[in-house]
């Protein structure tokens, strides 16, 4: 966006949020400094715009992180039960029965993080819509991945729940 300082000045403090928004989505420093206003709503709504990226930020990375340690786990069982079986491995010995169990209870905790996961991005996707920001420019500000090419996934109610608590008083305008 390459706008003369007069129609800066003219931006609503929303309008003027969502455009430092896609500048820093675009790494574009010029243009965010451009856009920080001296008058008070805009730079609350810039700041508040900033406390929500962090907790985008905080939220993902949590629930992201508790996803690959499911992950892992599962993972890590399921190649044992498939390395012992193709070994030759009795397969309704107690130690392999035990493991499976262990497998069994990896990935439902796997879907339970899976949940966490999907209720926190759709928090995110709910707080950018209802503030007008682009969901692209919200995840690329914080160099995240597009949360389009996840697929349909079912979002923990409990989580959702707390996720929309954090963004609920974070408004731009």
């Not at 599962?74 to 009795?90: K, S, V």
């Not at 160099?143 to 989580?159: H, I, K, M, Y």
């Amino acid at each position: 966006m390459n706008l003369r300082p007069t129609l800066y000045e003219a931006l609503p403090p929303k309008a003027r949020a969502r455009a430092w928004l896609a500048a820093l989505a675009r790494r574009d420093e010029a243009e965010m400094l451009r856009l920080v206003t001296p008058d008070r709503a805009g730079r609350r709504a810039i700041l508040t715009l900033g406390q929500g990226l962090e907790a985008v930020n905080v939220s993902t990375l949590s629930a992201s992180s508790a996803l690959w340690q499911a992950a892992a786990w599962w993972t890590a069982r399921e190649a044992w039960l498939e390395g012992y079986a193709a070994a030759g491995g009795d397969v309704t010995a107690p130690e392999y029965e035990e493991r499976a169990r262990a497998a069994d209870a990896a990935l439902a905790r796997l879907r339970a993080r899976d949940s966490e996961h999907a209720a926190v991005r759709q928090a995110v996707a709910e707080w950018a819509e209802r503030e007008g920001l682009a969901l692209a420019d919200v995840y690329g500000a914080l160099s995240l991945s597009d949360p389009e090419g996840f697929g349909e996934r079912v979002a923990d109610p409990e989580t959702l729940q707390a996720a929309r608590r954090t963004f609920e008083p974070l408004r731009t305008g």
